[in-house]
């Protein structure tokens, strides 16, 4: 099993809507709203790292995501 954050900015006004999107891609287990360089962390939980890596890939082509970065936990 892997754990990993990923880490999430969005565009200007879209913070209710990326979070929304987030919370729906599968692997997701929790993820919130922060204040500072990241706007929104997800909480991920895959079975492995090719996983890890589609679920990244989604999350950082949802609309109104400007940047995101992986933390992972081995």
Do not use: H
């Not at 940047?67 to 936990?73: C, I, Q, W």
């Amino acid at each position: 099993m892997v754990s990993a954050c990923i880490l999430v900015q969005y565009q200007s006004g879209r913070g209710r809507d990326v979070l929304k999107a987030v919370k729906k891609v599968k692997g997701v287990k929790r993820a919130f709203i922060t204040f500072g360089r990241w706007d929104v962390v997800a909480e991920v939980e895959v079975p492995d790292l090719k996983t890890l890596g589609a679920i990244a890939l989604k999350v950082n082509g949802l609309r109104g995501v400007r940047a995101s970065e992986t933390l992972v936990g081995l």
